[in-house]
């Protein structure tokens, strides 16, 4: 008894401290909601993944595509349980069961009325992609096709994408034997919008400047960026290959509106320093993305 109450007051904390993710969660499912029977579904859209199945499913047969969904993703989740992160199965599970709910709930969502059948695609692969995106920010996935690429990247230590390309590529194909050769080629317009939408969500909260910097200056310019914009810089020793120098070499990352605030800072400053600005597409660690949200 006393180990259900003490495995009880576990959860509990854990749904404390990720109350937060767990809403995410839900703000992206209702999104891809919409996009799969707002749009998708009202247009005969093909879709990729074991969403593809389950609306190909409902064109055919009529079956709403939450029994596809669900259950598809039950199987794969009993499957993969045992090679993925506890976090991250509980995570996907919550967002499984509610995409399940709010899809068996929005059958007969109403749609808007569109003529264009390319400007549907678009629509709907770029709220989809929001939805999706938004959920995998959280280190959480929707099942399907990712499940069993993460398992098998595990099992057998190769990136395996590939093989997910080609599966959603078989799936669109099966798709124009019920929607037809054009019908499949709109979806294939709003897979690829989805794609799109989903990395620029998943990267745009991460975007980071990566900055180095070598001045005469570096004292001032440290101090600034310490105090002034409240990050952290790491001081490396370099050596200048013309002049035998040694040259301290200034590292830090800003957001984009702080590296432009540095650069107009180390220009007034020494207008002969060297400054490079890079792009980090992600960054882990203190004052920025956790590990735990992984």
């Known amino acids: 008894m006393n180990s259900i109450k003490w495995h009880g007051m576990r959860l509990m904390v854990a749904i404390k401290?990720?109350?937060?993710?767990?809403?995410?969660?839900t703000f992206g499912c209702v999104i891809l909601t919409i996009g799969i029977m707002g749009l998708t579904v009202p247009y005969k859209l093909p879709d990729s993944g074991l969403t593809g199945l389950a609306v190909l499913a409902k064109y055919a047969f009529g079956l709403s595509p939450a029994w596809i969904i669900g259950l598809g993703n039950v199987a794969l989740l009993w499957w993969?349980?045992?090679?993925?992160?506890?976090?991250?199965?509980?995570?996907?599970?919550?967002?499984?069961?509610?995409?399940?709910?709010?899809?068996?709930l929005a059958d007969n969502l109403p749609h808007p009325t569109i003529h264009d059948t390319?400007?549907?695609?678009?629509?709907?692969?770029?709220?989809?992609?929001?939805?999706?995106?938004?959920?995998?920010?959280?280190?959480?996935?929707?099942?399907?096709?990712?499940i069993i690429v993460m398992v098998l990247r595990k099992r057998l230590g190769v990136e395996v994408g590939k093989y997910?390309?080609?599966?959603?590529?078989?799936?669109?194909?099966?798709?124009?034997?019920?929607?037809?050769?054009?019908?499949?080629?709109?979806g294939l317009v709003s897979v690829y919008a989805n794609g799109v939408v989903t990395d620029n969500v998943l990267s745009s909260f991460d975007r980071r400047r990566l900055v180095f910097i070598v001045s005469r200056e570096h004292k001032a310019i440290t101090q600034y960026i310490i105090q002034e914009m409240n990050r952290g810089v790491t001081e490396l020793m370099g050596k200048g290959g013309y002049s035998g120098e040694d040259r301290p070499t200034l590292m830090c990352l800003l957001t984009p509106k702080q590296a432009m605030d540095l650069k107009r800072f180390v220009a007034q400053l020494d207008p002969k320093a060297f400054m490079v600005i890079s792009e980090a597409s992600e960054v882990l660690g203190r004052g920025f993305k956790t590990w735990k949200q992984l």
């Open 17 to 25: 401290q990720e109350w937060l993710t767990l809403l995410n969660i």
């Open 80 to 104: 993969s349980w045992k090679e993925l992160s506890p976090r991250f199965v509980v995570l996907t599970a919550y967002g499984v069961t509610l995409l399940t709910v709010l899809i068996r």
């Open 118 to 146: 390319l400007l549907v695609a678009i629509l709907a692969g770029v709220i989809k992609g929001i939805g999706g995106g938004i959920v995998f920010r959280c280190g959480a996935s929707l099942g399907g096709t990712d």
């Open 164 to 186: 997910s390309f080609y599966i959603n590529l078989f799936i669109l194909a099966l798709s124009s034997a019920v929607v037809g050769i054009e019908g499949a080629l709109f």
